[in-house]
């Protein structure tokens, strides 16, 4: 069980601006962890798109940005595309375990 | 580019064992710590392990400790990861990643992993 919980789905019209959160519900995805996000495109491997909170790799627009606050984090894509349907997953640290994923969350653009 | 090349996937049946293999090349391998993650069909992600640098240092979930086991040749650029005991439940695409400051930055294409009588 996901010590990060993500809403199941959420969705939005092209153009329109998303959120997508991740709470973590372990006292040990402390407020000094970072949270990092990634897109899985289907049927294809995950890419990351967040790092360290708010960093984007190269090559990923703009539009993804990302925050944490606490234990809290969120992603938010502005300007929503077709494109960007999509699994996106939140992941952090915890004690003893090195990758922390969050349950997903299925964007879809109406 | 950094690629990252899965290979090993197949059916086996329950409690038997199954050694994956990733290839690198596009990076130096011998500087990164190295990841593999897998996912059942149809649901999320799961870290399973890591290995440092020099290979002496392995972390796991703790649902594999004791039947995986996660290693590196950084003179062929290959990570692997040896499952012994495999479960129905483990039925899963198998990525390898390399790892950042826990985070993953690159991703192999995955390899699938069949348990099934």
Known sequence: ?110 | EVQLVESGGGLVQPGGSLRLSCAASGFNFSNYWMTWVRQAPGKGLEWVANINTDGRSKIYVDSVKGRFTISRDNARNSLYLQMNSLRAEETATYYCARAGHYYFDSWGQGTLVTVSS
């Open chain 1, 1 to 110: 069980q996901s010590v990060l919980t993500q809403p199941p789905s959420v969705s939005g019209a092209p153009g329109q601006r998303v959120t997508i959160s991740c709470t973590g519900s372990s006292p040990s995805i402390a407020s000094y962890n970072h949270v990092h996000w990634y897109q899985q495109l289907p049927g294809t491997a995950p890419r990351l798109l967040i790092f360290a909170n708010n960093n984007r790799p190269s090559g990923v627009p703009e539009r993804f940005s990302g925050s944490k606050s606490g234990t809290s984090a969120s992603l938010v894509i502005t300007g929503l595309q077709p494109e960007d349907e999509a699994d996106y997953y939140c992941q952090s640290y915890d004690r003893g375990v090195s990758g922390v994923f969050g349950g997903g969350t299925k964007l879809t653009v109406l």
